[in-house]
């Protein structure tokens, strides 16, 4: 076959590149921008935060800075540390403050005393199946309502209730309604959240840790005390956070079990319900604020927060 050697070379038709769409063109400016993808990642949830929570504080804090007219019952802006002042220094609140204080501490003594045996069994006796068991046994109160659970130990702990026949042929009877109700409650409504924590902080020690603790002579109470207590510090720290913040500005609670008594959550809603004075309730809601916000400056280094 001959080929004419005049004739013109054959073109080759020219394929335009094909430009990306629109979400791959975003997606190579997102991987080449890690900064903006970061930007983007957390905007939305530090957006909110900022919105519902600091903001929040901020409108808090302003109001507990406004009186209520006594005559119109209506809000004065009228700026002024009358409230604060009268929350720091009236005996009723400083005695409210100290018993809120006190049933918190009761309550995360407490519930820490219960979930470390439950989550060592948990974390290094208990087959795996039964982990499995036990943590939907943990998990499975809080399916079920706050105000059923809380509903449940008032009749438990009334006179004649279930409490008072189990403990009555011993010579027993119920504690009724009031602190020592409001402690046992908290204590089992809030006891989930202190079980996890350590339970996941116990996961995390080594067993061979401890077998090399008793191959060194030591027993089960040193080697409980002096390698696995330190280890799991942060993590009893973090559960203390949850039942501590949780108690302290509960107030359904002692509502249903506490009889008279009243706690910091009470006083709040009282000002804002009854007694029509939002400046006041606002400036009473600073103190477990403040509390909070310091035990959390306490325990930061502990790295009790990386167990959250």
């Given at each position: 076959m001959t080929v004419d050697a005049s004739a013109p070379p054959t073109r080759r038709a020219v394929v335009p590149p094909q430009r990306g769409s629109i979400a791959r063109r975003g997606s190579v400016f997102l991987s080449r921008h890690p900064r903006v993808r970061l930007s983007l990642l957390l905007g939305a949830p530090l957006f909110w935060l900022g919105l519902v929570y600091i903001a929040a504080l901020a409108a808090l804090l302003i109001t507990a800075l406004w009186t209520v007219d006594s005559?119109?019952?209506?809000?004065?802006?009228?700026?002024?540390?009358?409230?604060?002042?009268?929350?720091?220094?009236?005996?009723?609140?400083?005695?409210?403050?100290?018993?809120?204080?006190?049933?918190?501490?009761?309550?995360?003594?407490?519930?820490?005393?219960?979930?470390?045996?439950?989550?060592?069994?948990?974390?290094?006796?208990?087959?795996?199946?039964?982990?499995?068991?036990?943590?939907?046994?943990?998990?499975?109160?809080?399916?079920?309502?706050?105000?059923?659970?809380?509903?449940?130990?008032?009749?438990?702990?009334?006179?004649?209730?279930?409490?008072?026949?189990?403990?009555?042929?011993?010579?027993g009877?119920?504690?009724?309604?009031?602190?020592?109700?409001?402690?046992?409650?908290?204590?089992?409504?809030?006891?989930?959240?202190?079980?996890?924590?350590?339970?996941?902080?116990?996961?995390?020690?080594?067993?061979?840790?401890?077998?090399?603790?008793?191959?060194?002579?030591?027993?089960t109470w040193s080697t409980l005390r002096l390698v696995v207590l330190p280890m799991i510090w942060p993590a009893i720290i973090a559960g203390s956070i949850f039942s501590f913040s949780l108690s302290l500005g509960d107030y359904i609670t002692v509502n249903i079990v506490g009889g008279a008594n009243q706690m910091?959550?009470?006083?709040?809603?009282?000002?804002?319900?009854?007694?029509?004075?939002?400046?006041?309730?606002?400036?009473?809601?600073?103190?477990?604020?403040?509390?909070i916000f310091a035990y959390l400056a306490a325990v930061r280094r502990t790295g009790a927060l990386n167990n959250l």
């Open positions: 005559f119109t019952g209506q809000i004065s802006q009228t700026w002024t540390l009358d409230n604060i002042v009268a929350v720091l220094t009236g005996s009723l609140y400083q005695t409210v403050t100290l018993r809120t204080v006190g049933v918190a501490l009761l309550v995360t003594i407490i519930d820490i005393l219960i979930a470390l045996p439950i989550a060592f069994y948990m974390a290094k006796v208990a087959s795996p199946r039964a982990q499995r068991i036990l943590v939907i046994a943990i998990l499975m109160p809080l399916w079920a309502s706050y105000l059923v659970k809380a509903y449940a130990w008032r009749s438990v702990l009334s006179q004649g209730g279930i409490f008072e026949w189990l403990v009555s042929p011993f010579g009877h119920s504690p009724g309604y009031g602190l020592p109700a409001t402690i046992i409650t908290l204590s089992y409504l809030w006891l989930p959240y202190v079980i996890l924590p350590i339970y996941a902080g116990l996961e995390r020690v080594p067993d061979s840790l401890m077998e090399a603790s008793a191959d060194l002579g030591g027993g910091l959550g009470n006083l709040v809603y009282t000002n804002v319900g009854a007694a029509n004075n939002l400046p006041l309730a606002a400036a009473i809601a600073l103190i477990p604020i403040l509390i």
